[in-house]
């Protein structure tokens, strides 16, 4: 049985940082593209961040460039989202997402099939 679980999450104030944690029983764990999405109360599943199987490329949305880092160990199975300078606005769950094996998933949920079950993020002023 497939599984994701994400860890990490938490009460932060502004300014400050988490790293957040995907356990996955993906196997093999390197042909999965991986990423991390978030959703906010009342809003749509956002993309956040994704990363190749190898790790070389990654690719980050506007809202957390230069601030959040993805990043991956195929020998634990697990990918990681590092946050900092965090803001109120990246309040959210934060999911963890992979498409089917091989496949490079896009920015859009509908690419993803496996799913976490999300941890809170909550950045206060």
């Known amino acids: 049985q497939v599984q994701l679980v994400e860890s990490g999450g938490g009460l932060v104030q502004a300014g400050g940082s988490l790293r957040l944690s995907c356990a996955a029983s993906?196997?093999?764990?390197?042909?999965?593209?991986m990423a991390w999405f978030r959703q906010a109360p009342g809003k749509e599943r956002d993309f956040v961040a994704s990363?190749?199987?190898?790790?070389?490329?990654?690719e980050y949305s506007d809202s957390v460039k230069g601030r959040f880092t993805i990043s991956r160990d195929n020998a634990k199975n697990t990918a990681y989202l590092q946050m900092n300078d965090l803001e109120p606005e990246d309040t959210a769950v934060y999911y963890c997402?992979?498409?089917?094996?091989?496949?490079?998933?896009?920015?859009?949920?509908?690419?993803?099939?496996?799913w976490g079950q999300g941890t809170q993020v909550t950045v206060s002023s």
């Open positions: 990363i190749t199987r190898t790790g070389i490329s990654t």
């Open positions: 993906l196997f093999p764990f390197n042909t999965y593209h």
């Open positions: 997402a992979a498409p089917p094996s091989i496949v490079r998933g896009g920015v859009t949920a509908a690419d993803y099939r496996y």
